[in-house]
């Protein structure tokens, strides 16, 4: 994928979760897709849904939110589903710690200085796509075709 190739962070088909609890830093979340054990896919790319390490998308409205999935667990009376013996399907609800990064403009990247608008319960997560980690990390979000080119060869003279 080319340079400033942004796109929405909030394709339905990587939804994770929803937002149960919310800090400062940190926030709760009810991880619908992670209980399965197996991760998804669209498009040829996977999803992870609830693995340790993730990047996440917290849909906030007029922002967006770049999270990081620290922990992931189920409570005590669901333990069990996640053996893999029983015959019947899974039946249970993880729950996962996501750490607050960044806030960011969701139409176009452009990131904000620390966390503009915190999210509310029942905000949408989202599996961050690996592009769109890729170019927030390489800082390539703000490109455009608009920037000046001005050769300083052409106005400097250097005399040996």
Same mark, same amino acid.
């Given at each position: 994928?080319? !340079?400033?190739?942004?796109?929405?962070?909030? $394709?339905?088909?990587?939804?994770? %979760?929803? /937002?149960?609890? /919310?800090?400062?830093? @940190?926030?709760? +979340?009810?991880?619908?897709? *992670?209980?399965?054990? &197996?991760? %998804?896919?669209?498009?040829?790319?996977?999803? +992870? +849904?609830?693995?340790?390490?993730?990047?996440?998308?917290?849909?906030?409205?007029?922002?967006?939110?770049?999270?990081?999935?620290?922990?992931?667990?189920?409570?005590?009376? &669901?333990?069990?589903?996640?053996? %893999?013996?029983? $015959?019947?399907?899974? &039946?249970?609800?993880?729950?996962?710690?996501? !750490?607050?990064?960044?806030?960011?403009?969701?139409?176009?990247?452009?990131?904000?200085?620390?966390?503009?608008?915190?999210?509310?319960?029942?905000? !949408?997560?989202?599996?961050?796509?690996? &592009?769109?980690?890729?170019?927030? *990390?390489?800082?390539?979000?703000? $490109?455009?075709? @608009?920037?000046?080119?001005?050769?300083? !060869?052409?106005?400097?003279?250097?005399?040996?």
């Amino acid at each position: 994928m080319g !340079q400033n190739k942004w796109f929405s962070p909030y $394709d339905p088909i990587r939804r994770i %979760g929803s /937002v149960i609890n /919310v800090s400062a830093t @940190e926030l709760i +979340a009810n991880l619908s897709k *992670a209980g399965s054990g &197996e991760p %998804g896919w669209s498009f040829g790319n996977r999803i +992870a +849904a609830g693995e340790v390490n993730e990047f996440v998308f917290i849909d906030v409205g007029e922002t967006a939110i770049l999270g990081r999935l620290v922990k992931v667990w189920i409570e005590g009376g &669901e333990r069990l589903s996640v053996d %893999g013996l029983a $015959d019947k399907p899974l &039946e249970n609800h993880p729950i996962g710690l996501i !750490q607050l990064l960044v806030s960011l403009n969701p139409v176009n990247g452009k990131n904000h200085k620390g966390i503009k608008q915190h999210p509310r319960l029942g905000s !949408q997560i989202y599996s961050a796509h690996s &592009e769109l980690v890729s170019i927030i *990390a390489e800082g390539k979000q703000d $490109d455009t075709s @608009e920037k000046i080119y001005l050769p300083l !060869q052409l106005f400097l003279m250097i005399h040996p």
